[in-house]
């Protein structure tokens, strides 16, 4: 399976990290403006991939080979975590099958991204029979592990023994 990153051409030291993270897995980096909602209407539109991982550029792994490991003991649709719903910060395993059947929203703006952040996510699941497996439950706001300037951005850290999410967006304020 690809691991799909989402980037903008302004954060190439977050998709260095990122990627050097991940190691020599098959990955694609989709690097616009589009938001996630973006590259996943992309992904439909112009690629043939059934099953893919979606993740931020703002992840880190610090143990890549114990997520890819779990990752493949799961089939279809799995969701990295959980917060605020399904799909947290668009990360995740996604279907074509599941995608073709949504009406994939335009993000225009940072807050449009958020709201679809839910709203995209919970079409998405209910279409896959109202759950998917959750890979880490326990990275979510509740949970963090404190806050750290990061390139030049304030990050709220969510963070297990796994993986590093470095969310730059937890709040409305943070618009």
Not at 10 to 33: A, F, H, N, Q
Not at 35 to 42: A, I, N, P, Q, S
Not at 85 to 102: A, D, K, P
Request: glycine content about 6%; hydrophobic content about 40%.
């Amino acid at each position: 399976m690809i691991t799909v990153v989402c980037t903008t051409p302004t954060r190439e030291m977050w998709l260095k990290d990122c990627l050097e993270s991940i190691g020599d897995r098959p990955i694609m980096v989709l690097s616009d403006y589009s938001y996630e909602v973006g590259k996943l209407d992309f992904l439909v539109k112009h690629t043939k991939l059934e099953r893919f991982l979606l993740l931020q550029d703002s992840v880190v792994f610090k143990d890549a080979d114990k997520f890819y490991d779990l990752l493949s003991k799961y089939q279809g649709s799995v969701s990295v975590n959980k917060c605020p719903t399904f799909y947290g910060s668009y990360m995740g395993v996604y279907e074509r099958r599941i995608l073709e059947q949504l009406q994939i929203p335009v993000a225009t703006t940072k807050k449009d991204q958020v709201v679809f952040e839910c709203t995209f996510s919970d079409a998405y699941v209910s279409l896959v029979g109202g759950a998917v497996p959750v890979m880490y439950p326990e990275l979510d706001d509740a949970h963090n592990t404190g806050f750290v300037k990061r390139y030049g951005r304030e990050n709220m850290v969510l963070e297990n023994d796994v993986m590093i999410k470095y969310k730059g967006t937890w709040n409305w304020d943070n618009l």
